[in-house]
């Protein structure tokens, strides 16, 4: 079955930075989309970033345009989320996700339509800026 094991969070002061990983098992890797979503206590789940890993088309969220970068290695079958500039409002557990549907017609379509039945999952890794 599909897993998804995310690492690399841990706790930062503002400005600094962090690289999130992010390997993926028994899913055609080459074929979906897959990114990064985060939650934060109070509020609701949030897209981060999103990437192709057939065509490395991205996908970001305002709030993390310009700062986040996400990039892929398919050979490795791991996405990364680079995080720089990091800022109190991007404390919260950060979630690996996968397509698991195959139909969204880009990164931006299923990060931002897919429901969360409609992916695969990590366990999540935490980040923690203060």
């Known amino acids: 079955h599909v897993q998804l094991v995310e690492s690399g969070g841990g706790s930062v002061q503002a400005g600094e930075s962090l690289r999130l990983s992010c390997t993926a098992s028994?899913?055609?890797?080459?074929?979906?989309?897959m990114g990064w979503f985060r939650q934060s206590v109070g509020k609701e789940r949030e897209g981060v970033a999103a990437?192709?890993?057939?065509?490395?088309?991205?996908y970001y969220s305002d709030s993390v345009k310009g700062r986040f970068t996400i990039s892929r290695d398919n050979f490795k079958n791991t996405i990364y989320l680079q995080m720089n500039n990091l800022n109190v409002d991007d404390t919260g557990v950060y979630y690996c996700?996968?397509?698991?549907?195959?139909?969204?017609?880009?990164?931006?379509?299923?990060?931002?339509?897919?429901?969360?039945?409609?992916?695969?999952w990590g366990q999540g890794t935490q980040v923690t800026v203060s």
């Open positions: 028994d899913l055609t890797y080459r074929d979906n989309s």
């Open positions: 996700a996968a397509d698991r549907l195959g139909s969204a017609l880009n990164p931006q379509h299923w990060m931002t339509r897919y429901r969360e039945k409609d992916n695969f």
């Open positions: 990437v192709s890993t057939r065509t490395g088309s991205t």
